[in-house]
């Protein structure tokens, strides 16, 4: 194996090309001649780099005289090679006791070196801290520089596809996603808070080198200090928030709950270059490699994504009741109370609010030197990954076996139905009693003459509310129960698939009419109102009476 060759890559077993990972066919596959390379084949490739570079080591450590340091203050374990160490733990002050190291397994598999001095870094945290100085979080980094320091810190360098069911907030209908994560960096050391750490990502994984104790000479280095549990936690974490803005997206909402599961992942140990500022609540991090600044107080800001909707409908609502109504301030005022209380009651449902911690953070950037001066560069883009490992989501074909899809919830010929529903809904005494009136219709009388639609006003005010809730719980709610679903096919094509009662949005089933009921059958008209007994009948029949009264109202 090709040791110059980054570990973090799957290269091409035919042209030698950097290989990317095809997400709908869960293989490799080389871009630049379309060969295939198996999941287990790259891991296989993985792991003999691995055994490659841990042979080496053995070797070239033969007669150095490398020690661990143990924290009696924190429990950090610092690596550090003889006459190197510092007096004091650099986490928490404390004096740190010496000892050997007993567990070669420890020591990293890749390492990336700092770039930016400490100088540097220090100059560069200062001036962000002076730049935000009206946050709370600049004031304290400007005030806490005395505990500014440098380290190399453990890190798995997790790769490979991941699995995820997601849960829209208000909804009970599972989805399946799948993606891929590339090169995904996870913190694996107690001291530093691993939230803020993800935010000064990503770094240059073509400056990964092969671990050798020269790259950390007058450096100190953490060792890894959680268990395999605690750094499983950490990777799901990590995929959770790596799955979070695509499946946001598809989801149309922020209020959403992703259970991933890792598939077969490649897996290295890593140092990687940071400087830090650990005092009290404040936590301010800085990529060592590119300049990536990210700082959090503990602060956390609370949301109520889903308040926006029912806000808008009920305001939309009053003002076309106000209209009507000559902008009457007291007719305004109790419409606007009745729409608010159906439409915070129907979306609040089975909602929460979002806790979020406030971490802020710098541009994206990239450290270089020109004629020995550093340079960073800051853009949007800078370092993206070149492969689209955006996750795509999974439903059973028509023939029940899973296939990659696309899935939307709201189309032209979807909207038109719902409109159609609700003015049939709201007309439908005028709809029954026009032809009846037609049929009477005599020679030279107009269609007008003792035809009288307004007496039906008793049905649309009834049928305007069913309508309204139609809108808010039929619609904005199990629309999201009943997506349209497309079948995705390696030509980049698509078809639709599922039956058609699986995405259909009546106006009755804001009574829960077409859903999964618990005998597995979907629940009929007939055996909902049979399942409320006396009620349910008693409610179907003044609803039938109320319709016939209103449509001889409109002919007699």
Known sequence: MNESRSPLKIYCKNCGNPAGF???????????????????????????????????????????????????????????REGEASETCDFCGSRIVRSELTEAAQLPDIIIPFRITEEEARQRMLE??????????GRSIVSSMGNFAGCYLPYRIV????????????????????????????NTSKQLDNL??????????????????????????KLNDLSDSEINTRIEAEVREDFLPEVEKVMQTSGVDIHTKTGSMSVLTALLPVYFIKSGKLTAVMNGQTGRIAVSKDRKKETY????????????????FGAFYHWNGEAMFYSAVVFGAISFSVFGEGRESLVRRVVMRSRASNAKRE???????????????????????????NSGQKVPVRIKFYTFGRWLSILINALVTVFLPFI??????????????????????????????????????YFVKGVRKDVYDHPIIYELYADGSSHLIGKRSDRKLSVLSMFGVGRIGKDGKRVSLFGLIFSLGGAGIGLALGMLFLLFGSTCAMLF
């Open 159 to 186: 790769k490979g596809p991941v699995y995820a069911g997601i849960v829209r907030h208000g909804n009970e209908r599972m989805y399946e996603c799948g993606g891929f994560i590339e090169g995904t960096a996870v």
């Open 196 to 221: 803020v750490l993800n935010e000064m990502e990503p770094f240059d994984w073509s400056e990964a080198r092969p671990f050798e104790y020269g790259y950390v000479a007058g450096m100190p280095v």
């Open 371 to 397: 004629n020995g001066e550093l340079v960073i560069d800051e853009s949007k883009d800078i370092l993206k990954n070149p492969y689209d490992n955006t996750p795509v989501f999974y439903e059973p074909n």
């Open 432 to 469: 029954l009693a026009a032809p009846l009136r037609l049929a009477v219709l005599e020679e030279g009388e107009s269609f007008m003459e003792g035809f009288h639609p307004l007496y039906g006003a008793a049905w649309y005010v009834l049928a305007g509310m069913i309508v309204f809730l």
């Open 128 to 137: 962000w801290g002076h730049k935000h100085e009206k946050t709370p979080e």
């Open 305 to 320: 994504p889903w308040v926006i909707e029912p806000l808008v409908i009920t305001t939309i609502l009053t003002l076309i």
């Open 22 to 80: 095809d997400i709908i066919n869960q293989t490799y596959r080389c871009p630049a001649c379309g060969e295939v390379t198996g999941i287990q084949e790259a891991q296989n490739t993985v792991y003999q780099w691995k055994e490659l570079q841990k042979n080496q080591r053995q070797a070239m450590s033969a007669g150095q005289n490398v020690e661990e340091r143990s924290c009696p203050g924190c429990g950090a374990r610092i690596l550090f």
